[in-house]
T-cell receptor
Framework: AQTVTQSQPEMSVQEAETVTLSCTYD???????LFWYKQPPSRQMILVIR??????QNATENRFSVNFQKAAKSFSLKISDSQLGDAAMYFC??????????????FGQGTRLTINP | DTEVTQTPKHLVMGMTNKKSLKCEQH?????MYWYKQKAKKPPELMFV???????INESVPSRFSPECPNSSLLNLHLHALQPEDSALYLC?????????????????FGPGTRLLVL
């Protein structure tokens, strides 16, 4: 079974600074997808960024980028120019690409990010 | 449009009540999911529907009864719940991943229903 580990329960950063959230995963599969979801206090889960395991290039979405290290099974999220609206719980998630059909996401325990003004 | 809607936003019910949660999406997704989320924890999968058929049941107690009447709508019927069932219930939807399909695996979540069982 796959597992996802987020070793930082809480992180804080000054507004406009850069912060990196860590995520490691364990799988024996060769093809999969990785996601970062953001859940602000309003509680809606919002997709931040997605990475396909077969792609070597790291995904980027505006101020959000990932450092995907497949051999090390690491998938960290970098937030540049942090804004107050980035304050949220961030979940790293894994989904197999080898199993067709609707499948579950495997979530990490989450990292609560605080932005200090 | 990547919107999933859920009603009601909040629900308070007694242990003898029967209530239903509703989820709707109009993105053409044929997979829909129910998750339960306790405070400060990740979502836990409860049920998955694929093409309106139940494909995954994560050993959820029978007091939770899912229903998928059509491809856009997902219900969760609640009966005789316990106080420990109080949580945020999240609905999500996605395309059904087929061989060679890329970019269709993302799950989009609704805002959730916050349930309190007294």
């Amino acid at each position: 079974a796959q597992t996802v580990t987020q070793s930082q329960p809480e992180m804080s950063v000054q507004e406009a600074e850069t912060v990196t959230l860590s995520c490691t995963y364990d799988t024996s599969e060769s093809d999969y997808y990785l996601f970062w979801y953001k859940q602000p206090p309003s509680r809606q889960m919002i997709l931040v960024i997605r990475q396909e395991a077969y792609k070597q290039q790291n995904a980027t979405e505006n101020r959000f980028s990932v450092n995907f290290q497949k051999a090390a099974k690491s998938f960290s999220l970098k937030i540049s120019d942090s804004q107050l609206g980035d304050a949220a719980m961030y979940f790293c998630a894994y989904r197999s690409a080898l199993i067709q059909g609707a499948q579950k996401l495997v979530f990490g325990q989450g990292t609560r990010l605080t932005i200090n003004p | 449009d990547t919107e999933v809607t859920q009603t009601p936003k909040h629900l308070v019910m007694g242990m003898t009540n029967k209530k239903s949660l509703k989820c709707e999406q109009h993105m053409g997704h044929r997979a829909m999911y129910w998750y339960k989320q306790k405070a400060k924890k990740p979502p836990e999968l409860m049920f998955v529907y694929s093409y309106e058929k139940l494909s995954i049941n994560e050993s959820v107690p029978s007091r939770f009864s899912p229903e998928c009447p059509n491809s856009s709508l997902l219900n969760l019927h609640l009966h005789a719940l316990q106080p420990e069932d109080s949580a945020l219930y999240l609905c999500a939807s996605s395309h059904v991943l087929a061989g060679g399909s890329v970019g269709q695996e993302t799950q989009y979540f609704g805002p959730g229903t916050r349930l309190l069982v007294l």
